[in-house]
């Protein structure tokens, strides 16, 4: 573990441009704009440093009862170089949907991958874990999923369920839950356990989670249900682009009419987004705008609230309590104090490739004057960093 290179070592090693991990970086920023104490840094440069500064932490990554899903977002990026960043910035020393080995192979890899790290690699559980009998519905090296789960766990520094099966469930718990599927917090109660529901949930809110904990020495907040805060503190239905479509009353009443084909709100289609706390609306997928359900004219099913998705009928609608203006209306007062505008811009045009983090920015941060103006110190910004570039390496 001492001779583990730094994350700026290893990018350089293997011929990452400083571009491209700033670029990564930016989206971080982009994607946890708050809640982060490692993005309260005033600019993506000196998150970057700070990050390059760190070991590459390792993960290690079980699959329980699980679709490969959250896997899968990870690695479908639009942009394949994304993927191959992140797996760059992370030590993912054993994961069985990549790994070639097989059988005892994968045992012994397993075996080594926790040895070498023992209490200080960051488990990542994908899937859920069925109790009935024992957990004798699914084993692992002729040992029940359960057993696997909590003697890897236990030379774990923490633990981070990804998806909304390891989370609490998720499909295999949908009633009747014929295996007894349960979420790793109800299993795991000696250890950190940070809770990153959804189906699938976004890569950067994992990412955003292990460089936290490895930089900064601690995982970020949480809310009552193990989930970090800077991603699932608000509600769908705050920064819906079809909020406004929700405030005047046009709706959509069934999938293909006039209002559905004009892109209304779906709240009488029984969207979930009004009760469903997670960052899809502002943190769309594979960096692509409006690649999310909503975005695409799909209901909400509410997949990060286990007290919604398998619980409450398709078109069923839900209650609207608690609900407070969107982000995207112009600020009369900005109460958020680490980003300033200027850094905001910054952001946007080191991570331009990635037309999300612009896209995220200029949601949360922008009235459309302003973006105009940003447009412009945004293109400044991108020069000097070409500059830079050219000069220096990570
Ligand atoms: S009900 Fe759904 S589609 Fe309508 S504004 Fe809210 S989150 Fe968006």
């Known amino acids: 573990m001492s001779k583990r290179p730094t994350i700026a070592e290893h990018l350089k090693a293997s011929g990452v441009s400083r571009r491209n991990f700033v670029q990564l970086c930016g989206m971080l920023i982009a994607t946890a704009p708050v809640g982060l104490s490692l993005t309260s840094k005033k600019s993506v440069l000196q998150v970057a440093a700070a990050i390059g500064k760190i070991k590459r932490p390792s993960v290690i990554w079980l699959h329980f009862q699980d679709c490969t899903g959250c896997t899968e977002t990870l690695l479908r990026t639009s942009a394949p170089d994304v993927a191959h960043l992140i797996l760059?910035?992370?030590?993912?020393?054993?994961?069985e949907t990549l790994m070639a080995a097989s059988g005892v192979q994968a045992e012994a890899a397993l075996r080594s991958a926790i040895a070498e790290n023992e209490g200080k690699f960051v488990l990542v559980v994908e899937g859920s874990i069925p109790m009935k009998e024992d957990g004798n519905y699914m084993q692992l090296g002729s040992k029940p999923a359960v057993q696997v789960l909590r003697e890897v766990a236990a030379k774990s520094a923490a633990v981070i369920a990804i998806g909304s099966c390891a989370s609490w469930g998720g499909v295999p718990s949908a009633d009747p839950n014929p295996t007894g599927a349960v979420g790793v917090d109800s299993i795991i109660t000696d250890k950190p356990v940070v809770n990153l529901p959804g189906c699938p949930p976004n890569p950067y809110n994992?990412?955003?989670?292990?460089?936290?904990?490895?930089?900064?020495?601690?995982?970020?907040?949480?809310?009552?249900?193990?989930?970090?805060?800077?991603?699932?503190?608000?509600?769908i239905h705050e920064n819906c682009p079809r909020r406004a479509h929700f405030d005047a009353g046009r709706f959509a009443t069934a999938f293909g009419d006039e209002g559905h084909r004009k892109g209304w709100c779906l709240y009488k289609l029984g969207c979930k987004g009004p009760v469903?706390?997670?960052?899809?609306?502002?943190?769309?997928?594979?960096?692509?705008?409006?690649?999310?359900?909503?975005?695409?004219?799909?209901?909400?099913?509410?997949?990060?609230?286990?007290?919604?998705?398998?619980?409450?009928?398709?078109f069923e609608t839900v209650p609207i309590h608690l609900?407070?203006?969107?982000?995207n209306y112009p600020p009369i007062?900005?109460?958020?104090?680490?980003?300033?505008?200027?850094?905001?811009?910054?952001?946007?045009?080191?991570a331009g490739g990635l037309g999300g983090a612009t896209y995220v920015y200029?949601?949360?941060?922008?009235?459309?004057?302003?973006?105009?103006?940003?447009?412009?110190?945004?293109?400044?910004?991108?020069?000097?960093?070409?500059?830079k570039s050219d000069r220096k390496e990570v």
């Open 88 to 95: 760059d910035v992370i030590s993912l020393d054993y994961h």
């Open 333 to 350: 007062y900005s109460p958020i104090g680490g980003v300033s505008i200027g850094a905001a811009a910054l952001v946007g045009a080191v």
């Open 362 to 387: 200029s949601q949360r941060f922008t009235s459309s004057q302003e973006a105009g103006a940003e447009r412009i110190e945004a293109g400044q910004a991108e020069k000097q960093l070409d500059k």
């Open 276 to 314: 469903t706390h997670a960052a899809c609306a502002t943190r769309h997928f594979n960096e692509i705008a409006d690649c999310w359900p909503i975005g695409a004219g799909i209901p909400c099913v509410g997949c990060t609230e286990k007290d919604v998705v398998w619980k409450l009928g398709t």
């Open 206 to 235: 994992l990412l955003g989670v292990v460089l936290e904990y490895v930089t900064m020495g601690k995982l970020p907040a949480l809310d009552d249900q193990g989930r970090p805060k800077f991603a699932y503190e608000r509600v």
């Open 323 to 327: 609900a407070t203006p969107p982000d």
